[in-house]
């Protein structure tokens, strides 16, 4: 299986290196704007082909999957393209600038029978799977509320071009770069909820002082979905205070946290527990290997049952678009 992978910078030779451990996929090219990284990424993997046009890569008939790793303002154009083109995509988080342009995504994959999987790696650590199967066999009783934090105290992206802070290349701060992925998890977690009301409010107090910030340097928003099922959210990239990355789910019968370290407290014989399991993951490489192995392993054998799915992206970007909104328009905004 050849792979094209668009987008030849940090997260693009990520991918490249742990490629190198999938037994029958090989990196065939590299594509970047940029024709040094371009060359500098296909010379590091020891690939002869690289371009600056990423038509051109999709149009390599010797391709079967294409990789986007690109500012978001692209993933679409490229995307659908190389749907088209009878390629098989894995895209970058977040799937899209807006759930308008995730549905077409959507749409073009189903209509040319072609993979395409957005890079949701929460979705693949071992405590998340593990607090899912829980969930689904009731162990935790009904999830009536969720709490996110995905709070940086200094880790605005700075380096890159500065395309993190571009509203017209990013779509926006901290709630579409980091928080969209535990948005993403608690939704899938919980057994896709559908989204209902959302309200919030975006600040740049701290950004703005830095140069060619046009985006939000925080956010704080609810999501109230049909079952009644509350989602709290807090990101940063900026802020006077420590880093906290955490995810904690509420249940009738048993609460539960999933990061930094997973912890499930309930009552027993009238006096509360805390249970933790014992998961040896690494944070980073772990989930986006067993990622790519997933989408690979879908792609070879066709499965159906991929996660996650074309129309899970549409749900976190109408999701996204309605906290922009709520906070553009200081209302409750709710989610068609």
Not at 189 to 198: A, E, L, M, Y
Not at 203 to 230: C, H, Q, R, W
Not at 276 to 305: A, I, R
């Amino acid at each position: 299986m050849k792979v094209a992978i668009i987008g030849a910078g940090g997260m693009g030779r990520f991918y490249a290196e742990l490629i190198k451990d999938i037994e029958g996929v090989y990196v065939e090219s590299f594509t970047d704007v940029n024709e040094k990284r371009a060359r500098d990424a296909a010379k590091s993997f020891g690939v002869s082909k690289y371009y600056t046009d990423w038509r051109r890569s999709i149009e390599d008939e010797e391709i079967d999957v294409v990789i986007v790793t690109t500012p978001v303002k692209f993933h679409f154009e490229i995307t659908v393209n190389a749907l088209d083109m009878g390629k098989h995509v894995l895209c970058e988080k977040p799937p899209a600038m807006n759930a308008r342009e995730a549905e077409e995504m959507a749409r073009r994959a189903r209509e040319n029978n072609r993979i395409l999987m957005y890079a949701f790696q929460y979705r693949f650590f071992r405590s998340s799977v593990y607090v899912r199967d829980l969930i689904r066999k009731g162990h935790l009783g009904e999830i009536y509320r969720a709490r996110l934090h995905y709070l940086r105290r200094y880790g605005a992206p700075m380096g890159f071009g500065g395309w993190f802070r571009s509203r017209e290349l990013a779509g926006g701060g901290p709630l579409i770069d980091c928080a969209v992925h535990l948005i993403d998890l608690i939704y899938w977690i919980t057994g896709r909820p559908k989204p209902k009301v959302v309200f919030g409010v975006s600040y740049n107090l701290l950004g703005a002082k830095m140069p060619k910030f046009e985006v939000e340097d925080s956010y704080v928003g609810m999501v109230i979905f049909e079952n009644d099922m509350s989602m709290v959210i807090e990101t940063s990239w900026l802020q006077n205070w420590h880093d906290e990355h955490t995810v904690i789910l509420y249940g009738t019968k048993a609460g539960v946290r999933l990061f930094p370290e997973l912890e499930m407290v309930t009552k027993h014989n009238e006096e509360f527990v805390s249970i933790k399991p014992m998961f040896k993951t690494d944070l980073w490489t772990d989930p986006n290997l067993s990622k790519l192995k997933h989408f690979f392993e879908v792609v070879e054998k066709g499965y159906t049952d991929i996660t996650p799915t074309p129309e899970d992206g549409v749900i976190v970007m109408k999701i996204i678009d309605a906290l922009y909104r709520a906070a553009e328009e200081k209302r409750c905004t709710e989610i068609d």
